[in-house]
């Protein structure tokens, strides 16, 4: 089980962190991913951290659209997954969800809505 929260209506500029807290899945052990969804579009992965203990541990990986201004991080004690987002922009509005990577159906939640509007 997944579940994602921090999501909300912010203005262009502002930040937000999501959270993603999971049951059943060991976040250090498993590559760990956020993606979205926006309105009439496909899923898309938006950040990757991987697993440690594995030769790219720690080679966390962004989507070009937000490169520079979001991090993906984890807390292996408290098993959850972050997402710190920066200078949010009106495109970034979606549905934001948590998974592994690659994804698997079983896992995905209910997501937490990110809107950008002035």
């Known amino acids: 089980q997944l579940a994602e929260s921090g999501g909300g209506l912010v203005r262009p500029g502002g930040s937000l962190r999501l959270s993603c807290v999971t049951s059943g899945i060991t976040v250090r052990l498993n590559n760990m991913g956020w993606y979205r969804q926006a309105p009439g579009k496909q899923r898309e992965l938006v950040a990757q951290i991987p697993s440690v203990g594995t030769p790219s541990s720690g080679r966390t990986t962004y989507a070009d659209s937000v490169k520079g201004r979001f991090t993906i991080s984890r807390d292996n004690a408290k098993n959850i997954v972050y997402l710190q987002m920066n200078n949010l922009k009106p495109e970034d509005t979606a549905e934001y969800l948590c998974?592994?990577?690659?994804?698997?159906?079983?896992?995905w939640g209910e997501g937490t809505l990110v809107t950008v509007s002035s």
């Open positions: 998974n592994i990577f690659p994804p698997n159906d079983v896992y």
